[in-house]
């Protein structure tokens, strides 16, 4: 019942969240607001009904529709109504989650596909504005990214269109997903959760620990996605200027992953940063 449920929910969304000339999505426009062609996720007073939705189009969280989303793609047209970081339009991941470095550094998190090319994502394109300048790993990380494109072809007067992997030719719908869910494989524990919960880590180390591979600590940005704070107000507490994500915070950013350094040689062992 509970599988039958979430597949139920899986169709509703692929309705709601990817049929932007529909009347469900025009409804959620008018009571949640639109930001940069995508659905707002509301303020405190925001439904928990809703709230689970958006966890849904996210991908957040294990057993709240992550699912969904791995199986919804773009079919790429004049790239008019595809984000480029947002989207799985290249590759089996959205960008935004296989260059999460480059993402993190980027001064425009919703350029849509079209927007990119038309400013130019060749080599010294405009379309790549950073928040600062990039190392030279960064850059290679640059070309990378770059290198996926050499194949795509921008169509225009061609709509984008969304795509349901599972089944090519049916499309989404419920029994599809509901087969789907029963026939995947239940994925093996993470050896990190004995890790975590060891007996001889302290309980609130643990707890701090959990929440950080989960993605569940108060950071700026999450914050934000909750509706506490408002998008100005998502920079690093550090003052670096980035927006203050977890991976940010504890890896990549210029004052609080210095401590890594300490965090060696207090531990006697080498290593290079993260």
């Known amino acids: 019942m509970k599988e039958f449920n979430i597949a139920l929910l899986g169709k509703w969304?692929?309705?709601m969240l990817v049929d932007r000339g529909g009347f469900w999505y025009r409804v959620l426009v008018a009571r949640y607001g639109e930001e940069a062609e995508r659905l707002e996720v509301g303020g405190r007073s925001v439904s928990h009904w809703w709230r689970e939705i958006v966890k849904i189009r996210d991908g957040v969280g294990e057993d709240d529709g992550g699912w969904f989303a791995e199986r919804v793609s773009r079919v790429l047209g004049d790239g008019t109504n595809t984000f480029f970081w947002?989207?799985?339009?290249?590759?089996?991941?959205?960008?935004?989650?296989?260059?999460?470095?480059?993402?993190?550094?980027?001064?425009?998190?919703?350029?849509?596909?079209?927007?990119?090319?038309?400013?130019?994502?060749?080599?010294?394109?405009?379309?790549?504005?950073?928040?600062?300048?990039?190392?030279?790993?960064?850059?290679?990380?640059?070309?990378?990214?770059?290198t996926l494109h050499d194949i795509v072809i921008v169509q225009s007067n061609v709509s984008d269109s969304w795509h349901w992997d599972p089944d090519i030719h049916d499309g989404n719908t419920v029994r599809g997903a509901y087969q789907t869910l029963t026939s995947s494989v239940s994925p093996t524990a993470d050896v990190t959760v004995n890790l975590v919960w060891h007996k001889q880590v302290p309980l609130k180390a643990s707890i701090v620990a959990w929440r950080l591979l989960k993605d569940r600590l108060p950071t700026r940005l999450n914050l934000h996605r909750c509706g506490v704070l408002e998008a100005a107000d998502t920079s690093c507490v550090s003052g670096c200027g980035i927006d203050?994500?977890?991976?940010?915070?504890?890896?990549?950013?210029?004052?609080?992953?210095?401590?890594?350094?300490?965090?060696?040689?207090?531990?006697?062992?080498?290593?290079?940063?993260?």
């Open 244 to 274: 203050e994500s977890t991976p940010h915070l504890f890896l990549h950013c210029p004052v609080f992953g210095s401590l890594w350094q300490h965090f060696r040689s207090w531990l006697g062992v080498s290593g290079s940063d993260p």
């Open 86 to 146: 947002l989207d799985r339009w290249v590759g089996d991941v959205p960008l935004c989650r296989r260059f999460a470095r480059l993402f993190d550094l980027m001064t425009n998190k919703f350029s849509t596909v079209a927007d990119m090319y038309a400013r130019g994502w060749e080599e010294d394109g405009e379309a790549w504005s950073w928040r600062r300048r990039l190392w030279v790993w960064e850059e290679d990380m640059v070309e990378e990214c770059r």
């Open 13 to 15: 969304c692929w309705r």
